[in-house]
């Protein structure tokens, strides 16, 4: 027999020995207690948890219907979106780069249009400005940085740039590089 076993056989024997000491009454009233005990606990480890999650559920139910029903109308919304061409970008030109680059505050040095690359130069220019410029460049027009040489000046925030720019063509070209 294993020590397991024999440890398990003395568990049973002296339960036995204090259940057979006890009277009718003890016996019965041991039973009841140990009875109450046992569904307390089984409903505290597996009634309560299940009744509660249910009354969470049922609480957000409305909740979660309501998102579902904006993400059907998202989804149909896309749908028609995506049926539709695509809006094509005015092509870069001379004129709207300077026009917006002026918008923007910002003057360039030199503007060169060679095909569809354009070579820009800019020297003082704050970068965040040069920065929302591009960006804006980049939703509004589909015109993405090819190469881009940054330099910053002694003034925190300023810069030195020679960008080369190219207007990006074909489906979703007013969505270049992410747009929102």
Known sequence: MSEATMKIQQLRDSVSAFWNERSEQERRMLAIGGAVVGLALVYSVLVAPALEGRERLA??????????????????????????????????????????????????????????????????????????????????????????????QPTPGVVDATITLRQASGPGANNAGGGR
């Open 59 to 152: 609480k957000a139910l409305p909740q979660l219907r309501q998102d579902v029903a904006e993400l059907k109308a998202m989804g149909r919304t896309a749908a028609e979106l995506a049926a539709r061409p695509p809006v094509q970008a005015p092509p870069m030109s001379r004129e709207g780069l300077n026009a917006s680059l002026n918008a923007a505050g910002l003057k360039p040095q030199s503007l060169n249009l060679t095909g569809e690359y354009a070579k820009l130069e800019v020297k003082g220019v704050p970068f965040a400005a040069l920065v929302t410029w591009l960006d804006a460049q980049r939703r509004d027009s589909a015109v993405l940085v090819q190469e881009a040489v940054v330099t910053g």
